[in-house]
């Protein structure tokens, strides 16, 4: 068991594929009675804690969170609504497991089908959607391993769009926080489906109604994600929660536990992961998103700096009462000749708690510099040339 901090924090998935640093003093996060977890700051793009995140497990239905990615995906380009009727196929219907109940004779919302997929984690309106977007089961299999190496999930196969037990079907930890994470920040828009309690579509039965994750039932700031349970896989929780800090706003943090002995345990353990991560750790934001974390002089362009820093908030996350050790150095390199391209690679922020350095921000333009005029580059050239 380690417990670690991410040496990224460029976007939050690339933090969570690239190596981790261990820091001096880290906290030591709590037992967790799993056989995988991961807790990631989703703000700061930092790994918190691990436990075995790169050891092939079986999925479960921990898939409907791709299968739920492809399907935001099409409603975005259009490819299908959410008022649009789906047809529920033979092969949807007598689907084994969790089941919404639907049948052969219904046409289903693709709201409705989501909301049985992600509340009741029904098989049944998985594969209704698999179809209605992939045209087969199989095309949408395809398209699941194509997502997910589009993602960067090295180490995960799909085989199927519900997550019933089948060789090869298979994912890990860090696979699993990386589809999480890109999941809510690529569709805020629909990520109220999985803060959904209660579902029942009309005409089926009232007792498969409320969701799995029962931290929706138990802590108000979890709004998410996904259960998962079969035999081979154990019982499986995608948690995530925010919470309203001072000085820093919202903090959102995602918790992965695989393979713990029942809901009851996955639920608590997963808690616990949320609990300790809030308490154990500290949030800094370094600057605002478009602020300026330094205004460098430009050469031959058309203005004389140029704001360099993040279009999102620089935030990191540290041990809790360390905050004020935390330093910050900016490297690039000089001298920076127009023209520039607002978002354009500049250089980087090195973060420092202490002597160590904890994390790397790629920085960017801020704003367009134009190149400057025939003369104004000439005079340049030779201002260049003396310094």
Known sequence: MKSLLSSLRTLACAALMAPAILWAQVPQPPEIAARNYMLVDVTAGQVLATKDIDAPVEQASLTKLMTGYL?????????????QRLPVSERAWKMPGSRMFIDPKMQVPVDDLLKGMIVQSGNDATVALAEGVGGTVENFVRLMNEQAKALGMTNTAYKNPEGLTEPGHTTTARDLATLATRLMQDFPEYMHYYSTKQYRYEGTPASNSNNRNMLLFRDPSVDGLKTGHTAAAGYCLVATSKREFPN????????????AASENARANESQKLLNWGYTAFDSVKLFDAG??????????????TLKIGRPEAIVITVPSGSAGKVTTEIVRKDPLVAPFTKGQAIGALKVKLGEQQVAEVPLVALEDVAQAGIFGRAWDAIRLWIK
């Not at 820093?248 to 393979?259: K, N």
């Not at 602020?291 to 004389?304: D, E, M, R, Y």
């Open 291 to 304: 602020q300026a974390a330094a205004t460098p002089a430009v050469w031959k362009g058309t203005q004389s």
């Open 71 to 83: 399907v935001f995906d099409a409603l975005r380009a259009k490819k299908i609504t959410l008022e």
């Open 248 to 259: 820093v706003g919202q903090r959102r943090l995602l918790s992965i536990v695989l393979g």
